[in-house]
Every structure is written in C-alpha cells, then in structure tokens.
C-alpha cells in the first residue's frame, strides 16, 4: 500500500475502512484498493476511505475534490450496488496442480461435489487458460461468495472481511478465523472451510477432512498421504457418505 500521508491506518481500522465500503472502491468498486486519508493527521476510521490506485491518484493530486470523497465515503460504489465483486488472475504458467492434505491432484472438471452440486471446480481449456469457480455457503446454507470462471462476487458485507489483490483473496468471520484463502501466485493453493447441507468439508495443502452431518469423520488425508490423483473427484451424497469419484 502507499500511504501518502504522516498517520499509518491501524489493521483493525483498515478492516473497518474495507467494511464500510463494502470491501472495494468508494468511488468505482474495483476491489483492488489503497486506504486514502481525509485528514493527514488523523488515522481514525472516520477519516479515511477505500480507492482503488486510480482513483486514489485523482484524490491525492486534487482531481477529485474534497467534497467529492466525502460523498462517496457517505455513499460507497458497492454498498450502493449490495455487492463486491472482483477477479482472480491465474496466469497460463502456474503450476496445475492442486495441493491437498498433502496429496497432489492434477485436476479437470468437478473436484468437490456434494449432494451432485459443485463447490469446487478447475478447467484448463485449449488455450491454456486455468478458470477456478467455487461456492461459500456457512453452515446454515447461506450462500457467502461464489466464483464462477475465476469471476468472484460477495453480497454479504458485515459478518465477514474480505481482503483481496490480483492473484490472492481471503475471507475471515472474525480475528484469525479464515474460512476461505486462494493464492494463485505460484500455485493454485486453496485453504477453505466449505459447507453444504450439514456436510463440512476442511481442505488445504496439509489436510482433507470430510464431516457428515452427524458429526462424524468421513473421510480424512491424515491416513492418506503422497499420492497423485488424475481427474479424481470427492462426491458427497445426500445422506452424507464420502466416495471418491
């Protein structure tokens, strides 16, 4: 981030300046965004706003007036529109491999699947381009977030943070509770906390654990290590069971 200005934003204020603006530009919504002072010499939150690097630029050399920012800090782009929005870049290059409970699975289609609805899905088409789609939903079945073809959109502003960047985003429910964490930077590497009808579903690079709705482990990587999986998919039925599809 640059900070053109003498006070730094504390993270817990820069987590209120990203909520009140609906976790992207006040002005535009683009969800890449710099915390913008309204007062040099304040770092409260009501002095400070959401722009993304253009329109943090207009602010800074006097483009856009005071007046003007205080109106959309009043009324942010995305709180206006009731949701944020953004995309991840997976660059042709990255490695196509996933990274799971320390298992390696070269995946295409469908790779997590639960009462035959996708929550994670990788294609790598023709051209060489990697396109990733998966739904949030909490334990309850409300439906947090969804990335479809690498294209992410959140209704939800309050309950959770989102901080994103171009090959990188994450979502806590509160102070270092992660539900959901995707680098694309090197690898496609995914840390999530997925839910569906009962069904809990925890995977990241160290560990796959699958829980029915009865509480009960289905299926865990923590027996289950080194392995290369080909087109291999983990089906959930509507009663719960795990198989490897």
Known sequence: MILLASKRFSKSTKKQIR??????????????????????????????????PGCHDMATRGAM?????????????????????????????????LFIGHNTIEPFGEIIVVNGESLLGI?????????????????????IM?????????????????????????????????????????????????WRRGSNIKLSPEKLEVINPNGDTQFSTKYFQGVHLENIGFVIDKKGNFRLG
């Not at 009324?75 to 490695?95: A, E, F, V």
């Open 19 to 52: 909520q009140e603006a609906g976790f992207g530009c006040c002005r535009c919504g683009c969800e890449i965004i710099q915390y913008h002072h309204l007062n040099p010499n304040s770092n409260k939150a009501k002095d400070g706003m959401a722009l993304c």
């Open 123 to 143: 294609t790598f088409n023709a051209n060489g381009s990697i396109e990733l789609s998966l739904k949030l939903y909490d334990e309850n079945d409300n439906l």
């Open 65 to 97: 007036p005071k007046y003007e920012q205080l109106e959309y800090k009043k009324n942010p782009y995305n709180i206006m529109q009731g949701y944020s929005k953004g995309r991840l870049i997976i660059n042709p290059g990255t490695i196509t491999f």
């Open 146 to 194: 969804e990335i479809l073809n690498n294209e992410w959109m959140s209704g939800d502003y309050f309950a959770w943070d989102i901080e994103v960047s171009y090959q990188w985003l994450k979502i806590r429910r509160k102070k270092r509770e992660y539900i959901l964490q995707i680098d694309t930077r090197k690898m496609i590497a995914i840390t999530a906390n997925l």
